[in-house]
């Protein structure tokens, strides 16, 4: 994935969510942001300086709708910033998930009726081809875990090292290079 490209990715995770707060996993599900989610989603605004050569977003209203608030209305939808599919977890708690899956997590164990992690890392690369072959900075708004398994990615690591990377709703991370070496420049802030 190693590229001499000297573009930036900026990462933002959507607003919260009743779920997000509740610690629920949301794929497919298409919630609105709480009051405070788009309080926060506003407050971006400032600290997203562009120009950016695009601007992306996940489907999913709680990402557009982040975007519209930090003032990106023109977001261009990509299909592939959705969250992982969680499948028959969507809606569940970690600690619900593991009643039955001792040990769980999105990272280690796969999701019944879900995508698997070779699915995520394949649209996480579409994803970066896009970024690497713009002219300068890119703008994406998504998903928590979908974000993490972009941002290993991004550092040639296998899908499953997004656990190494805790990512709140509301931040803003940068993904860049040092010379042709991809790092990591800001992290959730």
Known sequence: MSSGSGNEVWIVRHGET??????KHTSFTDLPL?????????????????PFDAVLTSPRL??????QLAGYD???????????????????TTATIRETVPGWTVWTHPSVGGESAVEVAARCDR????????????????????????TAR???LDVAQ??????????????????ETPVIKRWNA
């Not at 009743?18 to 610690?23: F, I, K, L, R, Y």
């Not at 299909?79 to 969680?86: A, F, K």
């Not at 994803?127 to 972009?150: D, K, M, N, W």
């Open 18 to 23: 009743e779920w997000s707060a509740s610690g």
């Open 62 to 67: 709680r990402a557009r709708r982040t975007a």
């Open 127 to 150: 994803v970066i081809a896009r970024v690497r072959q713009a002219a300068g900075p890119v703008l994406i708004f998504g998903h928590g875990h979908s974000l993490r398994a972009l």
């Open 74 to 92: 023109d977001a261009e939808v990509d299909p592939d910033l959705v969250e992982w599919n969680y499948g028959d977890y969507e809606g569940l």
């Open 154 to 156: 991004w550092l040639d």
């Open 162 to 179: 997004g656990c190494h990377f805790r990512l709140d709703t509301a931040t803003i991370s940068v993904l860049g290079y040092e010379r």
């Open 34 to 50: 709480t009051a405070h989610g788009e309080e926060v989603g506003r407050s971006l605004a400032g600290e997203l300086v562009g």
